[in-house]
């Protein structure tokens, strides 16, 4: 998260408490002391500070000796020259800089959108299994529909089946003399028979179906609730990486600003050596 910006009686704390020190409150010294802040909120504060403070009384003094005049130009001008340098030195860091947060700021881009691309990749996915798990499902449906009038069809003919049985027991116990009647219920129990073993494989067959059904609806379910995690985990990614830029552009902003205060103290008239 970006830093919360200084305040005007931070900046005024700040260079008082410089100046006390035997130190000049200069912008650069200021943001050292608090840690950070925009040079141009910064300038103005310290400006402002400046002016507030009462300049001491000072009686006249004799003019300066012309050996003590020359020696001071002298490390007026050595202490300027440090200073360019020190200047070129830190303006090529800074560029240096620069160039490290534009190729980081190039790099959270592609990975911005190879991550958008692979979250597009994976809703596509989702839908096609979406709609391969609706198909699962009515074929569910339709096997139990299946298995469920194969059970209706079965009642009856158990029904006529323990009726058979009960009637060749019935005859068996009337008379040995009906062995065609026999027979015919023999050959119709025999059919009965056929015929509900063949409704009984139909059920079994229905069944099996709908077993297989439900493993590949189970199986799906599985597989879409890792593609959910897995793009919520791209999606957090893909947040994250947002900040991470507007973090970088910050600094940037920062970086540029800082330059700016370079080349104004850069093109400021330089001393002369008499």
Not at 5 to 31: C, F, L
Not at 41 to 57: C, D, G, H, S, Y
Not at 156 to 175: C, F
Request: glycine share 4%.
């Amino acid at each position: 998260m970006p830093r919360t910006g200084v305040t005007r009686e931070q900046v005024h704390q700040a260079a008082a408490d410089i100046a006390t020190e035997g130190a000049n409150p200069t912008v650069h010294a200021v943001r050292k002391r608090l840690g950070g802040g925009s040079p141009n909120r910064i300038t103005p504060w310290l400006a402002e500070w400046r002016e507030a403070q009462t300049p001491p009384q000072v009686d006249a003094l004799p003019e300066i000796p012309q050996a003590i005049d020359q020696a001071m130009r002298h490390l007026w001008a050595l202490a300027w020259q440090q200073a360019q340098a020190q200047l070129a030195t830190e303006r090529q860091a800074l560029n240096s800089a620069q160039q490290a947060v534009e190729t980081e700021r190039e790099s959270v881009l592609a990975e911005t959108r190879e991550l958008k691309a692979l979250a597009e990749e994976r809703q596509s996915r989702l839908q096609e299994q979406g709609v391969e798990l609706q198909r699962l499902r009515l074929e569910r449906d339709e096997a139990l529909a299946r298995a469920t009038r194969s059970e209706v069809l079965l009642e009856p003919l158990r029904a006529d089946l323990e009726q058979a049985r009960e009637a060749v027991l019935h005859y068996r116990k009337q008379s040995n003399g009906l062995p065609a009647e026999c027979d015919r219920l023999r050959e119709q129990v025999a059919r009965l028979q056929t015929e509900a073993s063949r409704d009984h494989e139909t059920a079994r067959q229905a069944k099996q179906t709908l077993d297989l059904g439900g493993k590949k609806i189970s199986a799906l379910e599985h597989t879409l609730s890792e593609e959910r995690q897995t793009r919520q985990q791209a999606e957090q990614q893909l947040a994250e990486l947002r900040i991470e830029l507007a973090t970088l552009r910050e600094r940037a902003s920062q970086q540029e600003q800082l330059t700016q205060l370079i080349e104004t103290f850069r093109v400021q008239p330089q001393p002369t050596e008499h």
